[in-house]
C-alpha cells in the first residue's frame, strides 16, 4: 500500500504503527514526501489505548509492557524515517496540527522542502 500512495502527490498519510518495521516502506516513505513522527510518551499512549479492544498487539497481558516493547523496538526506526518529531502530548487535533504546521514552516524557512 505504502508503495502504491508513494507515488501520489498533495496527500497525507497516517500509517500504522508496524509500517516502520520493513526497510522498504522507511526507504519509500522518506523519499515520497515529509514524514512527521507524531511521538507519544509510555504514559500517554497507555491511557489512549486502555480501553481500545480493537488492537489485537495490546489484547492479551500487561498492555503498558506490550507498549514499552513496542515504543522501544519503533521508536529508533520512526526517528530514523522522520524529517520532523512533534511531541504529540494531550493537544486537540486542531492544536496538534497547528503544531505540525508550525514545524513544517520552520522546516520550510531553512529552506528544506515542506
Keep these: 500500500m505504502i508503495a502504491e500512495l508513494a507515488g501520489r502527490q ?7 504503527g508496524g509500517a516502520v518495521l520493513a526497510e522498504e516502506n522507511r526507504r519509500l516513505m522518506c523519499e ?16 489512549r489505548t486502555k480501553r481500545d ?10 498492555r503498558r509492557a ?4 513496542l515504543l ?15 511531541e504529540s502530548g494531550h493537544p486537540s487535533a486542531g492544536a496538534l ?7 513544517l514552516d520552520d522546516r520550510e524557512a ?4 515542506r
Design 10 to 16: 498533495g496527500i497525507v498519510v497516517a500509517t500504522g
Design 32 to 47: 515520497s514526501g515529509t514524514v512527521v513522527y507524531l511521538h507519544a510518551s509510555l504514559d500517554h499512549l497507555h491511557e
Design 53 to 62: 479492544v480493537a488492537r489485537p498487539l495490546l489484547a492479551k497481558g500487561d
Design 66 to 69: 506490550t507498549l514499552a516493547e
Design 72 to 86: 522501544e523496538a519503533r521508536d529508533p526506526l520512526y526517528r530514523e524515517t522522520a524529517h520532523l518529531v512533534v
Design 97 to 103: 496540527a497547528g503544531r505540525i504546521a508550525l514545524a
Design 110 to 113: 531553512e529552506g528544506m522542502p
